[in-house]
């Protein structure tokens, strides 16, 4: 097992791992929260046109 308290090196680029690791997720969360909400925007203008649509 690799003692990574007694390597300096070694800690600090699995702390850098790690934080890249939660930064990439919290990054692809926000991208699919942005596309999910444009895409809800899309539904509900298309609904509007065919509800106006139907009603002339």
Do not use: T, Y
């Not at 692809?28 to 999910?36: L, S």
């Amino acid at each position: 097992m690799i003692n990574f308290i007694g390597e300096g090196f070694g800690a600090l680029a699995v702390l850098a791992v790690l934080l890249w690791g939660v930064f990439v997720s919290i990054f692809w969360m926000v991208c699919g929260w942005r596309a999910m909400r444009a895409h809800e925007r899309i539904s509900h203008s298309l609904q509007e046109l065919s509800s106006k649509r139907d009603q002339l």
